[in-house]
């Protein structure tokens, strides 16, 4: 039995003739080019590749080059996450993205009394260099390009990439991918933090200094919206925060003593794919247009690959729902095109079974399909940007950037990103808009299809779920026994003491994590020294 709910009724009993978008943003029924009136076509609707970008980093982007297909994996252990990449690639996807369990993502070993019960839930458990080479084994890791979602401890895992690297014989200077190591959004929104915000900074700035020598082609950064909008921002908010967080990054690469041409064009973005399809479009096209600007008239960059804004997409998971599952697939496709339209540089799939737990297989092989079907099917790769001069596109497109400058301005007067975050700006704001939202699917302002609008009372077919047993979090505990059992334990004394004298000095803490990888010494290990000597953090009360 289907049951459809009843939009709210206005005052005088008729539908209120208002109509909003996912952000609040009011819209009329009809746009015209008076409402662009005023708008410098010249300036921001330069041609596909020329400044501002509004219209693609890229002349011919798709035409010239498809998106990198970016499929998210990571569960179990390293074995499983080695298969999957394995599968994934035989199906035609162009690059690797990993995900990490709730210990790494935290710093924590597998055998920690913390971890007890998470071990490969929610991604890969890498605890040592010697998962690392399990995990990335036989894959050809200077040809494909490698994504690594992982923050507070993200500097500990790189290192630990770089010395599998290393010990393969691949040249660092050959490297080519993505760490998100994007600590500011965890402050504001996921919340896996290592250390307080000022110190891990520090640990983010070394890096900086040592990739922009060393590992030249890697991506230090990607600054990343997503988790900020799937813990219930708007796009607009999105938008703001994302890109306030990478002039913040900016600003500390200069601080460190790089030049802004030296390190700018390695940072990347990721932003979420919501379903308010033309919101979103408008959001990507904004984002270039605003990081444009800032980078030349701000910063002083000279080197146009420091004006353009590089991003990856994944669409929604906050969109997903868990009764009747199959929609999923509907939506992933609808914001996946939407990142297309948006002119994204990589793209991830959300599969129908994320609500519910790990991807299975076959849910991965849809979400994989649902991209090849739109980059060779549809057409939509043969037109750059072919909503430009739309009204109501251009439109939004200026309401997005409008938005975004307002909450520049807030953050400006609050001192800054990292005043925000100590203050707790962010945090307050994102709980605010989501409240209002949660209001909107109570009340059925919002139809959410299968959550409170077309529901069943009776459950739809099964599908398959993918279940983690404590079996990987056992095998990975004996791994850690095996380890530390044959590795050299003075080394590793001595590396670890090393790491913890020099970060006490306020030396490069990333030649000394590395060398500390090298020994063996684990994600928990580093993890604690870093602790010992910064302490750990507790976010402010909100009021």
Not at 168 to 177: Q, V, Y
């Amino acid at each position: 039995m289907v049951q459809e709910i009843t939009k709210p009724q206005g005052e005088s009993g008729k539908d209120k003739d208002i109509k909003l978008s996912l952000s609040d943003i009011p819209l009329k029924s009809c746009y015209t080019a008076d409402d662009l009136a005023g708008w410098d076509v010249k300036n921001d609707l330069a041609e596909p590749g020329e400044f501002p970008y509004t219209r693609g980093i890229h002349k011919n982007m798709y035409r010239g080059k498809l998106w990198t297909m970016r499929q998210f994996a990571g569960y179990g252990g390293p074995e499983e996450t080695n298969s999957r990449f394995k599968y994934l690639l035989s199906q035609g996807q162009t690059g690797l993205s990993t995900a990490f369990d709730l210990p790494t993502l935290m710093g924590y070993d597998s055998d920690d009394a913390k971890s007890h019960g998470e071990v490969g839930v929610c991604g890969v458990a890498i605890d040592s260099l010697e998962d690392i080479e399990i995990l990335y084994k036989d894959l050809p890791l200077d040809k494909i390009s490698t994504s690594m979602t992982i923050n507070g401890p993200a500097v500990i895992i790189f290192c630990m990439f770089l010395a599998n690297a290393k010990k393969r014989g691949f040249d660092l200077k050959k490297l080519n991918g993505t760490l998100q190591n994007d600590i500011f959004k965890e402050y504001i929104a996921q919340k896996t933090y290592l250390l307080p915000p000022r110190p891990a900074l520090k640990l983010i700035q070394d890096m900086m200094v040592f990739c922009t020598h060393e590992v030249p082609r890697w991506n230090t950064i990607s600054v990343s919206g997503y988790h900020i909008r799937e813990a219930g921002a708007t796009a607009i908010q999105e938008l703001a925060f994302t890109l306030a967080d990478g002039f913040a990054y900016v600003e500390a690469g200069v601080d460190a003593g790089l030049k802004v041409d030296d390190f700018v064009p390695r940072l990347s973005f990721f932003f979420n794919a919501h379903i308010d399809f033309f919101e979103e479009i408008a959001k990507y096209r904004a984002a270039r247009r605003i990081w444009a600007r800032r980078m030349k008239e701000q910063y002083g960059a000279k080197d146009e690959r420091s004006l353009k804004l590089r991003f990856h997409t994944q669409t929604a998971g906050c969109s997903l729902t868990a009764p009747q599952p199959e929609n999923n697939i509907i939506r992933t496709a609808i914001e996946a095109l939407a990142g297309v339209l948006g002119g994204t540089q990589s793209l991830h799939t959300n599969s129908m079974d994320e609500v519910l737990g790990l991807p299975t297989e076959k849910a991965a092989h849809i979400a994989l399909r649902t991209q090849q079907i739109i980059a060779h099917e549809t057409g939509v790769a043969n037109v750059v940007d072919p909503l430009a001069g739309s009204y109501y596109v251009e439109w939004l497109t200026n309401k997005m950037e409008e938005g975004a400058n307002e909450y520049f301005r807030k953050i400006d007067e609050i001192g800054g990103v990292m005043a925000g975050i100590e203050k707790g700006f962010f945090i307050k704001e994102i709980a605010d808009a989501a409240y209002r939202f949660q209001q909107k699917l109570d009340n059925g302002e919002f139809q959410f299809i299968g959550l409170n609008s077309f529901t069943e009372e009776a459950p739809g077919p099964k599908i398959e779920i993918l279940k983690i047993g404590l079996e990987y979090e056992e095998r990975q505990r004996a791994r850690l026994t095996a380890l530390r059992a044959r590795r050299d334990s003075q080394k590793v004394s001595e590396a670890l003491s090393k790491l913890k004298e020099g970060v006490t000095k306020g030396e490069s803490s990333f030649p000394l994590i590395l060398n500390a990888c090298e020994q063996y010494a684990t994600v928990g290990e580093i993890s604690n020294v870093l602790r010992d000597v910064w302490g750990a953090y507790r976010e402010p009360a909100i009021l």
